[in-house]
């Protein structure tokens, strides 16, 4: 005697969905994933909510990422090294050192002011820093982070100091922290509902406090 499905044993019984096929793609996933976690925060997203954004049940996430902390270290290192490829296009040494700032400013803005929804800041500087407390792989990656965006600056002042276009007695150094303070905390400003024109006139004025150092 051959068996009835639930669904032949009981037309109106809801479809179980079984989640998408193994061919779903994975870059696609971690930014609809990114997207969740930008959004609510880590302790504010579920598996659920995880599972909403992609489309996947949750036994495919588990095999695709692995558990939601799994799933966010891998989408916070997908963050960074996204923007450690924007931040050497940004800062091109074939263009003036302001020009090359004030364009690390700008993209950062139009990321942190998305054309549909709130500004959400820094993926990073949003999410990892709470978390940061407790885990110390989370710490270490935002570190990571954190410190790479310092090199990167100190690289290219040191190079505008080097070919004489800006003073060689200011610390390149000190001024690459300062470059990277008015990332972030054009980020933390932006999340927290400052306007775009505001912030965009602190990027210019720090641009213009470094470069005359």
């Keep these: 005697m051959v068996q009835k499905t639930e669904?032949?044993?009981?037309p109106d019984a809801p479809v179980r969905r079984r989640g998408r096929p193994r061919s779903y793609?994975?870059?696609?996933?971690?930014?609809?994933?990114?997207?969740?976690?930008?959004?609510?925060?880590?302790?504010?997203?579920?598996?659920?909510d995880l599972a909403n954004a992609t489309g996947m049940n949750r036994p495919s996430i588990y095999a695709a990422f692995g558990n939601k902390r799994a799933l966010y270290l891998n989408a916070l290192k997908n963050y960074w090294e996204a923007g450690y490829v924007a931040m050497r296009e940004a800062l091109a040494y074939d263009k003036p050192l302001p020009q090359a700032l004030t364009q690390v400013y700008e993209r950062a803005l139009s990321i942190y002011f998305p054309t549909r929804g709130?500004?959400?800041?820094?993926?990073?500087?949003?999410?990892?820093?709470?978390?940061?407390?407790?885990?110390?792989?989370?710490?270490?990656?935002?570190?990571?982070?954190?410190?790479?965006?310092?090199?990167?600056?100190?690289?290219?002042?040191?190079?505008?100091?080097?070919?004489?276009?800006?003073?060689?007695?200011?610390?390149?150094?000190?001024?690459?922290?300062?470059?990277?303070?008015?990332?972030?905390?054009?980020?933390?400003?932006?999340?927290?509902?400052?306007?775009?024109?505001?912030?965009?006139?602190?990027?210019?004025?720090?641009?213009?406090?470094?470069?005359?150092?």
């Design 25 to 48: 793609k994975p870059a696609q996933a971690l930014q609809e994933v990114t997207a969740a976690f930008w959004k609510q925060g880590y302790s504010g997203t579920s598996l659920d």
């Design 118 to 213: 709130q500004p959400l800041g820094c993926f990073a500087i949003g999410t990892a820093v709470t978390e940061a407390a407790e885990d110390s792989e989370i710490r270490s990656t935002l570190l990571t982070g954190l410190r790479a965006l310092d090199d990167f600056f100190e690289a290219r002042i040191r190079a505008a100091q080097k070919s004489g276009e800006v003073s060689k007695k200011g610390d390149a150094v000190a001024l690459a922290y300062l470059a990277s303070a008015t990332l972030h905390t054009i980020a933390i400003r932006a999340r927290a509902g400052a306007q775009r024109p505001d912030l965009e006139k602190l990027a210019r004025q720090a641009v213009a406090v470094i470069c005359a150092a």
């Design 7 to 10: 669904k032949q044993a009981n």
